[in-house]
């Protein structure tokens, strides 16, 4: 079993910049996949973003070069360093783990969620 929390949401203008955070309980977080989605009010889950414990890294299309993703796996955390933010880019991120090594650009791919984080960009 492994809990996630997001942390690192809020307000921000759009040009601006956030960090959001995602700590997971549990001893082999080195070995999950992690992702993060997003979703705005009245859309699907979209995604964001993954990491494979071996390092590599998938984005999509609409945040490549404006979003990061990085892990610690000494700390449990995973990061997701956004900017240039715009204003749609605000929805409720959530941070995911997988077993799976596949489809991991899907929701349905993941075991375990956080309780998600909300980001608002104003123009």
């Known amino acids: 079993q492994v809990q996630l929390v997001e942390s690192g949401g809020g307000l921000v203008q759009a040009g601006g910049s956030l960090r959001l955070s995602c700590a997971a309980s549990?001893?082999?977080?080195?070995?999950?996949?992690m992702g993060w989605f997003r979703q705005a009010p009245g859309k699907e889950r979209e995604f964001v973003v993954f990491?494979?414990?071996?390092?590599?890294?998938y984005y999509a299309d609409s945040m490549k070069g404006r979003f990061t993703i990085s892990r610690d796996n000494a700390k449990n955390t995973v990061y997701l360093q956004m900017n240039s933010l715009k204003p749609e880019d605000t929805a409720v991120y959530y941070c995911?783990?997988?077993?799976?090594?596949?489809?991991?650009?899907?929701?349905?791919?993941?075991?375990?969620w956080g309780q998600g984080t909300q980001v608002t960009v104003s123009s």
């Open positions: 995911a783990a997988s077993t799976r090594y596949y489809s991991l650009n899907y929701a349905s791919a993941y075991d375990y």
């Open positions: 549990g001893r082999t977080f080195s070995t999950y996949a």
């Open positions: 990491s494979v414990s071996g390092g590599n890294t």
